[in-house]
């Protein structure tokens, strides 16, 4: 029997990035939602979005569900995750992690990444009209697309949106998150380049008993490959 997958994409992305994904598990019989999250529609006024923005049109979403869901979140959506599936926990059936950030209580996505890195994107948000982080085209090519052909990393670069800073700087409470008794999954591309070796599967320690299911490909694999990552995440249903 299908089950009803809920994609949430992270920063500079829509739910876009997920059509290849989500045309496969609809081959598979699921049924699936990818939406685009505030301020990431392109022309969207980006000004003043914050994290809690973000929070609620998830749990908007899920509160509106017949049944529970499986919520999926690739990459900064991890902490989306870790806030908003504690407000509707009866909503979710199953919640899978995809080379996503998942925080310590207390901590941003900018406290896990390199220091110089997160200090750029600060400065570049500083000097833009809406406190946005621009699109970086050397950190998409030679550290999210490492490897990918050209063409796909034109592609993805010619769709993605400034990214409100918020998402990278506020810091989350865990607490209610890490009591919540809800099966969880990692499905991590092995080849992510975008982070130190071992960082995505380090923070993954924070989810306490998960489920593993590793696949080849770099960290827009959602994107590029989109049928290896839906057959990651079909695993991580059954």
Request: glycine share 8%; hydrophobic share 40%; aromatic share 6%.
């Amino acid at each position: 029997m299908g089950k009803h997958v809920v994609l949430i994409h992270g920063a500079w992305h829509g739910g876009w990035c997920w059509d290849g994904v989500v045309k496969e598990l609809e081959k598979q019989g699921h049924t699936v939602q990818a939406p685009t999250m505030p301020g990431h529609n392109s022309g969207d006024d980006r000004a003043g979005i914050k994290f809690d923005d973000y929070v609620d049109k998830i749990t908007s979403l899920l509160a509106k569900q017949d049944t529970p869901v499986v919520l999926v979140g690739h990459s900064s959506a991890g902490s989306l995750l870790q806030v908003a599936a504690p407000r509707v926990p009866d909503k979710i059936q199953q919640l899978v992690f995809h080379n996503a950030f998942i925080l310590p209580d207390g901590k941003s996505q900018f406290d896990l990444v390199p220091p110089e890195a997160a200090e750029a994107m600060t400065a570049a948000a500083n000097a833009s009209p809406d406190n946005c982080v621009p699109v970086i085209e050397d950190f998409v090519r030679h550290q999210l697309m490492v490897g990918e052909p050209v063409e796909m990393q034109d592609a993805l670069i010619s769709r993605l949106v400034p990214q409100p800073i918020a998402l990278f700087t506020t810091p989350i409470t865990t607490r209610d998150f890490v009591k919540l008794n809800i099966p969880r999954s990692v499905v991590f591309c092995k080849d992510d380049a975008s982070l130190t070796p071992g960082a995505f599967l380090g923070m993954a320690q924070g989810l306490g008993d998960y489920q593993l299911i590793e696949i080849p490909g770099s960290h827009e694999s959602l994107f590029t490959n989109p049928a290896v990552v839906a057959e990651g995440l079909i695993k991580a249903l059954q």
